[in-house]
């Protein structure tokens, strides 16, 4: 169990591109979760999957965000036509959830957006 | 919806003092409630969890927080700070559960003194 992986740990991008994270959970962790973090502010929601499935999606999610787990495993967050604002770290998270018991979250250890 | 305030964004101890972090939490059902640490340029690491069961939870690193429904508090605490405490602690709750979405407090910066 090598815990939650996320590449790259930093990427400085000028404002518009486009820039794409992965996300690998741990191995038998079914959830999937994605939280931004500002500058002196706790982690915040962005969105979680269930295996394959996106089943939930915050506000702070606009159309320029997208993010897949195509084959229940690693996950992407892209975000298109970059704005300063976008400049935080962006957080992984995995679990696993059964029947039985729900065994919390794992975190990744983040990659830090910087758009110029 | 649910929420936590953290009162102190920043906490200076000296080393061996008690270290008590504040939260007070806001809830319509009964909130499972988490403490976590980061490091500079680090994830989070879980501290500890309350989750209805018993209301003194003990976590890792020496750490402890108590669920007061009275007071919608979950403080933590250690009896005696080490300088590899100094990092940001952030609280959470969530609605249904261990693995639900986490809504965060804005953090409290501990620092240690010598």
């Known amino acids: 169990d090598t815990g939650v992986s996320q590449d790259p740990r930093h990427k400085i991008t000028k404002r518009g591109q486009n820039v794409t994270f992965r996300c690998d959970p741990i191995s038998e962790h079914n959830r999937l979760y994605w939280y931004r973090q500002t500058l002196g502010q706790g982690p915040e929601f962005l969105t979680y999957?269930?295996?394959?499935?996106?089943?939930?999606k915050s506000r702070l999610l606009s159309d320029r965000f997208s993010a897949e787990r195509p084959k229940g495993s690693f996950s992407t967050l892209e975000i298109q036509r970059t704005e300063q604002g976008d400049s935080a770290m962006y957080l992984c998270a995995s679990s696993l959830v059964n029947d039985r018991k729900n065994y919390g979250y794992t975190f990744g250890s983040g990659t830090r957006l910087t758009v110029v | 919806a649910q929420s936590v305030t953290q009162l102190g964004s920043h906490v200076s101890v000296s080393e061996g003092a008690l270290v008590l972090l504040r939260c007070n939490y806001s809830s319509s059902v009964p909130p499972y409630l988490f403490w976590y640490v980061q490091y500079p340029n680090q994830g989070l690491q879980l501290l500890l969890k309350?989750?209805?069961?018993?209301?003194l939870v003990k976590g890792i690193n020496g750490f402890e927080a108590e669920f007061k429904k009275s007071e919608t508090s979950f403080h933590l605490t250690k009896p005696s700070a080490h300088m590899s405490d100094a990092a940001e602690y952030f609280c959470a709750v969530s609605r249904t559960g261990t693995a639900s979405k986490l809504t965060f407090g804005t953090g409290t910066r501990l620092q240690v003194t010598l």
């Open positions: 309350y989750t209805s069961a018993a209301t």
């Open positions: 999957f269930q295996n394959e499935a996106q089943l939930e």
